[in-house]
T-cell receptor
Framework: DTEVTQTPKHLVMGMTNKKSLKCEQH?????MYWYKQKAKKPPELMFV???????INESVPSRFSPECPNSSLLNLHLHALQPEDSALYLC???????????????FGPGTRLTVT | GDSVTQMEGPVTLSEEAFLTINCTYT??????LFWYVQYPGEGLQLLLK?????DKGSNKGFEATYRKETTSFHLEKGSVQVSDSAVYFC???????????FGKGTRLSVIA
């Protein structure tokens, strides 16, 4: 089973709201990722967690706050977002951290976020 | 730095036509190569992969061969279907603390 699940599927939030995106995998993967994807563009890496520790932050604004409560869960906390943050947010996982062992990532279906 | 270049889309084909989507790469070291597919409204799905030169990845009728001499990993399918309409991303992975590098994606539309 190579399933990564994400909730919610769609989210509409105002610029003053606080919300969270959730991601879960039960494949025993040791790395998890957050990506942002704008229309007609490839995914842009935001964060990487390796062995539940933040290993890569691609200079993401602090209004995005990742959290990895355990090896199966990954959250993305959202606060004071801007309309330009509207996008598809994708979670992914890989068996091994970047550059180690198997490199392929498995993606969830994404959360379509609209900031009004 | 490491990079992936894909042919510009969109690509429009009739059902049962032959498909080629070109992908070339630049990498230090010896990358693994991947094709991902994204259907409308969905996340990316791993379509196939190759981890060393001359490997051929295949899945669902799609194939790609890792060509080190031409630094290429072109995606092919002998007979496309309407259900193959999607965006296809070529990607590479290398050693070191570097996640996957994606190409810009190629949109394929197959018409009946």
């Amino acid at each position: 089973d190579t399933e990564v699940t994400q909730t919610p599927k769609h989210l509409v939030m105002g610029m003053t709201n606080k919300k969270s995106l959730k991601c879960e995998q039960h494949m025993g993967h040791r790395a998890m990722y957050w990506y942002k994807q704008k229309a007609k563009k490839p995914p842009e890496l935001m964060f990487v967690y390796s062995y539940e520790k933040l290993s890569i932050n691609e200079s993401v604004p602090s209004r995005f706050s990742p959290e990895c409560p355990n090896s199966s869960l990954l959250n993305l906390h959202l606060h004071a977002l801007q309309p330009e943050d509207s996008a598809l947010y994708l979670c992914a996982s890989s068996q091994d951290p970047p550059g180690q062992g198997a490199l392929e990532q498995y993606f969830g279906p994404g959360t379509r976020l609209t900031v009004t | 730095g490491d990079s992936v270049t894909q042919m510009e889309g969109p690509v429009t084909l009739s059902e049962e036509a032959f498909l080629t989507i070109n992908c070339t790469y630049t990498a230090t070291g010896y990358p693994s190569l991947f094709w991902y597919v994204q259907y409308p409204g969905e996340g990316l799905q791993l379509l196939l992969k190759a981890t060393k030169a001359d490997d051929k990845g295949s899945n669902k009728g799609f194939e790609a061969t890792y060509r080190k001499e031409t630094t290429s990993f072109h995606l092919e399918k002998g007979s496309v279907q309407v259900s193959d309409s999607a965006v296809y991303f070529c990607a590479l992975g290398v050693s070191g603390n570097t996640p996957l590098v994606f190409g810009k994606g190629t949109r394929l539309s197959v018409i009946a």
